[in-house]
C-alpha cells in the first residue's frame, strides 16, 4: 500500500483523499485492515490528531468500520451515496449539536422499537452484558465511558435488523463523536448525570428484552431528550 506524504492545508482531507483513492484502484479492498494510527501518521508525515479526524471522516461516510480491539477495516458494503453529503456537512458544521441529537432520536427511537420485535436472543444478550459494564464502570469509577455507550446504541441498530437504518445510526454515531466530543465528556462528568444515563439505558435493556416496542420507542426518546437538555445547558 503506497502512501504519500501531505503538504496541505487540508490535512485530513487529503488523508480521506488518498485512502479512498486506494480502495478505488484496488489496493484497498473490502475487509482489508488499515494499518494503526500511530503508523498511518508516520507513513504520511502528518499528526496523529489529523490521522483520527480523517478515520473520523471515513467512518462516518461508511468508507470503513471501527472495530473496537481489533482495527479498521474497509468496509464490505458501502453506501457512501447516502451518506456522505450528510456526514461531510455534519462535520463541518460544528454547531448542529442539538440538531445532530434530534435527527438522531428520530432514528433511534424506531430502531430500539424494531429491536424489541425482531431483535435475536444474541441481540438481547449483548445489551445485557453492556448494562453489566456499565454497572462495572460506575461501581469502580463512579463515571460512564463513553465507547461503552456508543457501543450500546449501535447493538440496538443492528438488533432492528435493518440495514439502511444500521448504516444511517453508524453515520450520525460516528460523527456525533467527532463534533460533540467536549460536549459529550462535560456530559458523562456533570455530577448525577451517570447514574440518571446508567438508569435510562437500563429501561431501554428491559423494554427490548420484553419484546415491548412501545416502551422501548418511549424509553429511547426519554433518554435522548435528556441528552438534548443537558447539551443546551452547556451551550
Do not use: C, W
Not at 490535512?11 to 480521506?16: A, L, M, S, T
Not at 428491559?206 to 420507542?217: K, L, N, P, V
Amino acid at each position: 500500500m503506497e502512501l504519500k506524504p501531505i503538504h496541505t492545508r487540508k490535512i485530513y482531507e487529503e488523508i480521506v483523499r488518498q485512502i479512498k483513492e486506494l480502495i478505488g484502484d484496488g489496493n484497498l479492498k473490502p475487509g482489508d485492515r488499515l494499518p494503526s494510527e500511530r503508523e498511518l501518521a508516520e507513513r504520511l508525515g502528518v499528526s496523529r490528531a489529523s490521522v483520527r479526524e480523517a478515520l473520523t471522516a471515513l467512518a462516518a461516510m461508511g468508507v470503513i468500520s471501527v472495530r473496537p480491539g481489533e482495527g479498521t477495516f474497509v468496509q464490505t458494503v458501502r453506501n457512501g451515496a447516502i451518506v456522505e453529503p450528510l456526514a461531510m456537512a455534519l462535520l463541518m458544521d460544528r454547531q448542529a449539536a442539538v440538531d445532530l441529537f434530534e435527527a438522531r432520536g428520530v432514528l433511534e427511537s424506531e430502531a430500539a422499537a424494531l429491536a424489541a420485535r425482531r431483535g435475536s436472543k444474541e441481540d438481547i444478550e449483548k445489551l445485557g452484558e453492556i448494562i453489566k459494564e456499565m454497572e462495572r464502570q460506575l461501581e469502580e469509577n463512579d463515571l460512564l465511558e463513553e465507547e461503552t455507550d456508543v457501543r450500546f446504541h449501535l447493538i440496538i441498530a443492528e438488533a432492528a435488523h435493518n440495514s439502511v437504518l444500521a448504516r444511517l445510526m453508524y453515520t450520525v454515531s460516528e460523527t456525533m463523536r467527532q463534533v460533540l466530543r467536549d460536549s459529550r465528556r462535560r456530559l458523562y462528568e456533570a455530577p448525577g448525570n451517570s447514574e440518571k444515563l446508567l438508569e435510562q439505558h437500563r429501561l431501554i435493556y428491559q423494554a427490548i428484552a420484553s419484546r415491548d416496542g412501545r416502551a422501548a420507542r418511549r424509553a429511547m426518546s426519554r433518554h435522548l431528550h435528556f441528552v438534548i437538555r443537558e447539551l443546551k445547558r452547556e451551550r
